[in-house]
Structure formats: C-alpha cells, structure tokens
C-alpha cells in the first residue's frame, strides 16, 4: 500500500502543469501551441523550459507521430523572444543562459516530423523556432522576418545558419541586415515556407497533411528524416553514405515487412511502429 501511495506520489510529481503552452494530441497528432497571446507568444525562460519538458513526453509516445507547433490567438505564431529579459544582460550572462539545450536544437533533433503553423507574426526567434521545423506553413496574414538588428544585436537561435541554407547567402544576409519583413507569398516564392493558405483554412489545411504524414511508418518517418537533415550536414558523400544506412536499417523492422505485405496484396498498410 505505500509502495502504491509512493509511486503515485512520484507521478504527480513529474507530472509538469503548464502554464505557457498548450499540448492535445489526438489521432496520433500532436498540437503544442505557444499560448502567451497578450505577448504575442513571445518566447521566454519559462515557455523555453515548457516546450522542452514537451518535447521529450511527446518523444516516447507512441500515441504522437506527428507534432504540430502554432501560437494561441491571431496575431502570431511567435513574436520573437520576450525582449524584456535582454535588459542588464552582459555578454557573460548572455552566454550563461545559452550554455544549456537549446529549444531550436531540441526541435530540430526531434525524431518525428514537425510542422510550423504560421499564424501571423513569425519574427526573429519564432523564426529561428520554425526554421528548425520541418515543414512551415503560413496563414496569408503571417508576416515573417529576423528584424534583430534593429535592437543593435543579431540572430542568436540559429537564424544566420538556418535561414542562410534554405533560401540562400544573398537573401539570408539581405533579410538579416535590413531587419526587414516579407509576407506569406514572399516567403514561398523563397522557399522559406512550404505553402500557404487562407488563414480560416489553415488549422485544417495542415492537420489534413499531418494526418497523411501520421499514417506512415514511425521509424521510417524518422529514417527520412534524418537522411535529409544530413544533406544540410554533412558532403554528398557521406550524404550518400548514411542514406544507405538508413535505407537498410527499415529493412528490419516490421513496418517494412507490412508495407510490403500490403502493397502486393493491393491493400492501404497498417503501420505498428516496429
């Protein structure tokens, strides 16, 4: 009976109550959601340590294949980092408080797909957060931009490395040092956001394609996710080289066996994630 009572207790301990984001999963999709609206879902110490503590529960559940990110309200995904924190800072304390893991890392390294849902202002660290997404997808409100310059600093979340390998030097560094803003249809022109959708359209438009991906197999959806993350990494051939690794290691697991299975018998595949 205390053995009982001591494990309960333990679990209500570990379980964390937030109190700056949202997180629903339902039919294998997880939505976390920043939910500091009257900031504009700013991101700051506390939200940062929520979407961590997230991000590892979703990584061992095996009701999540597919993780949704967007803001609360509709005025923004994420404004960017809560600036108030910046006051005092010196560039000791500043590194001080970079010197742990670091949610754009966190994402970027998660093992199943990750989709920002743009859904009006995505500047600076909400860029940064969904540069290190998988896939984007912006309401044609969102307004997206690095406009840290204008604050006399730089991008500091990964936003001159990211941005710079998915649209280029020239418009990463022109982007960068005008702090300039572009609209949704600028940033698909550049390749910056996959699509984009009327804003009352967009909760469904992307979960209609999260909900597609989530059928799939789990361990094959994090193979290709790590091949291609590696294209960005690493020369082509040792590029090439981890692909065929990759490639084999699906050949052992179960969900390759089925895929097979239903394809010569002309049947939708049922993926177990094993």
């Known amino acids: 009976m205390l053995n009982e009572l001591g494990q309960g207790f333990h679990i209500m301990r570990t379980r964390m109550v ?11 999709i ?22 961590l503590h997230a991000l590892d529960s979703l990584e061992s559940s095996p009701d999540s294949r597919v993780l949704i990110v967007t803001g609360a309200g509709d005025k923004a995904f994420i404004a960017g980092a809560d600036i108030g924190e910046f006051e005092g800072r010196t560039s000791l304390t500043q590194r001080d408080t970079m010197k742990g893991r670091r ?17 009006g202002f995505c500047l ?32 500091g979340g990964g936003g001159t490395q990211r941005l710079t390998r998915l649209v280029g ?5 022109e982007l960068i040092l ?34 597609r ?23 082509l051939r040792e590029g090439l080289d981890r692909e065929t690794d990759l490639f084999c290691l699906t050949f052992g697991s179960e969900d390759k066996a089925e895929g097979v299975r239903a394809f010569l018998e002309k049947r939708k595949a049922n993926f177990k994630g094993r």
């Open 103 to 119: 949610i754009f890392d966190a994402v970027e390294d998660f093992p199943k797909p990750v989709i920002a849902m743009i859904n």
């Open 178 to 211: 005008t702090g300039d803003l572009i609209n949704a249809a600028q940033a698909k022109e550049l390749g910056l956001v996959n699509d984009v959708f009327v804003i009352g359209e967009l909760q469904d438009r992307v979960r209609a394609l999260a909900a």
């Open 124 to 155: 600076g660290g909400g860029l940064e957060f969904a540069l290190a997404c998988d896939l984007r997808f912006a309401g044609d409100n969102a307004k997206l931009g690095q406009p840290e310059i204008n604050l006399g600093i730089i991008p």
């Open 169 to 173: 030097e020239g418009k990463a560094m």
């Open 213 to 235: 991906i989530a059928e799939k197999s789990p361990i094959a959806l994090q193979m290709a996710k790590e091949a291609v993350k590696t294209a960005s990494r690493t020369n």
């Open 18 to 28: 937030y109190q700056n984001i949202l997180l629903d999963t339902r039919d294998r």
């Open 30 to 51: 997880s939505v976390l959601t920043i939910n500091r609206p009257d900031k504009r879902n700013a991101l700051n110490d506390a939200t940062r340590n929520e979407i």
